[in-house]
């Protein structure tokens, strides 16, 4: 069974402290890694995929990486507007494995950045 | 751009109804899946469609089900709602290709009474 787990599920980081979140999974046939970030009471919004192992993603003050077991995303010298729930989510090989198409999400890493 | 649109955007059910909620997709994707997210949790995969005619069952099945008649459209159904089907239901799309990410819905907020 796939599993997709995430640390810390809480980070209370003070403006400009860097840290990292973490994603580790277990599955078999991994086509993709995608972080996501959630704001309350709305829908996920995209922020990377990564495919292969030692792959790295930058947007902004965010960097994900990839090695074969997990996936950090880095944040460099975070402000308020970071805050926000952080997914990540695993795309595998369906229950019979025939096909790709399974997207499992992590319970997710609730970031607030302090002024 | 419509994108991803869920039906009805809230619901209040009192325990033993049923009801459907519809996702509808206007980017030809083939995945489709409904997730429910509660307080402080990610988003549990309840089914998913890997292509028309097509279902599989996710984490959270029990209590749920889900037909996908049409390319664009995947249903949700509860067929006696239990108060542990309060929620947050998502839906969401994304190509067979999987190398892009996944579009959501706004959401449908449940609550069953």
């Known amino acids: 069974e796939d599993q997709v787990t995430q640390s810390p599920e809480a980070l209370r980081l003070q403006e400009g402290e860097s840290s990292s979140l973490n994603c580790s999974y277990t599955?078999?046939?991994?086509?993709?890694l995608f972080w996501y970030r959630q704001d309350p009471g709305k829908g996920p919004e995209f922020l990377f995929t990564?495919?292969?192992a030692g792959e790295e993603k930058e947007k902004e003050r965010l960097k994900a990486t990839l090695t074969k077991k997990e996936s950090f995303l880095h944040i460099t010298a975070p402000k308020p507007e970071d805050s926000a729930t952080y997914l990540c989510?695993?795309?595998?090989?369906?229950?019979?494995?025939?096909?790709?198409?399974?997207?499992?999400f992590g319970q997710g890493t609730i970031l607030t950045v302090h002024p | 751009n419509a994108g991803v649109t869920q039906t009805p955007k809230f619901r209040v059910l009192k325990t033993g109804q049923s009801m459907t909620l519809l996702c509808a997709q206007d980017?030809?994707?083939?995945?489709m899946y409904w997730y429910r997210q509660d307080p402080g949790m990610g988003l549990r995969l309840i089914h998913y469609?890997?292509?028309?005619?097509?279902?599989a069952k996710g984490e959270v099945p029990d209590g749920y089900n889900v037909s996908r008649l049409k390319k664009q459209n995947f249903l949700l159904g509860l067929e006696s709602a239990a108060p542990s089907q309060t929620s947050v239901y998502f839906c969401?799309?994304?190509?067979?290709?999987?190398?892009?990410?996944?579009?959501f819905g706004q959401g449908t907020r449940l609550t069953v009474v």
């Open positions: 980017m030809n994707h083939e995945y």
């Open positions: 969401a799309s994304s190509p067979r290709q999987g190398n892009t990410e996944a579009f």
């Open positions: 599955v078999s046939g991994l086509r993709g």
């Open positions: 990564l495919y292969s």
């Open positions: 469609s890997v292509g028309e005619g097509t279902t």
């Open positions: 989510a695993v795309l595998t090989r369906t229950a019979g494995g025939t096909s790709y198409g399974k997207l499992t």
